[in-house]
């Protein structure tokens, strides 16, 4: 049972046919939008953090019962500084809106306006394979700022959205070029 509303590739219906083009009422261009679904790799890790945050809960309880209640604070802390850290590793990634082009790591956010970016392309380049040191042979999006620096790698095909999924990433590919087109002034 194809649950289609949960996901961004609203492509086709339940049927596998073409669905309505027309837009959803909250597809305004003014809204920051993740232009590709988090991948399999993000959101296993995500959840690996969740299952782990709900042990130290657990044992927090339990540390809480036993009559410590500084070690139960301490627990408690640790599990929702997890948590914090599944949430915000859900929103890593490039999102896009009418008013610029916004890169959301897991530290740091930085938003740059259209009007700052001169262009937006794939590229064959060695990529870092799920941010670790080693890379291989793959394509990136790159972002070139008119400020001239060097350009810096949006996403790859090998990182944890869109590592063995290269539909997914040729159509993120294409809508932030497209994105890119169509607000750069």
Do not use: K
Not at 118 to 143: C, N, S
């Amino acid at each position: 049972m194809p649950l289609s509303f949960l996901t961004a590739d609203r492509d086709l219906d339940g049927h596998g046919r073409a669905a309505d083009p027309a837009a959803l009422p909250y597809d305004e261009p003014n809204h920051w939008r993740r232009p590709y679904r988090p991948g399999p790799w993000r959101v296993g890790t995500a959840a690996v953090f969740l299952l782990l945050a709900s042990f130290v809960l657990l044992s927090a309880m339990i540390i809480g019962l036993a009559g410590s209640l500084t070690g139960a604070v301490i627990c408690g802390v640790v599990a929702m500084l997890v948590i914090v850290l599944a949430l915000r590793l859900l929103r890593v990634g490039v999102w896009v809106s009418a008013s610029g082009l916004r890169r959301v790591s897991l530290l740091r956010t930085t938003t740059e306006p259209w009007s700052a970016v001169a262009t937006v392309r794939t590229v064959q380049q060695p990529v870092r394979w799920l941010g670790l040191p080693r890379t291989v042979q793959g394509q990136a999006v790159i972002v070139q700022r008119m400020r001239n620096e060097q350009p810096e790698i949006l996403v790859t095909d090998h990182n944890g959205d869109f590592q063995s999924r290269p539909e997914a990433f040729e159509r993120a590919a294409d809508v932030l070029e497209a994105w890119a087109a169509e607000y750069r002034h």
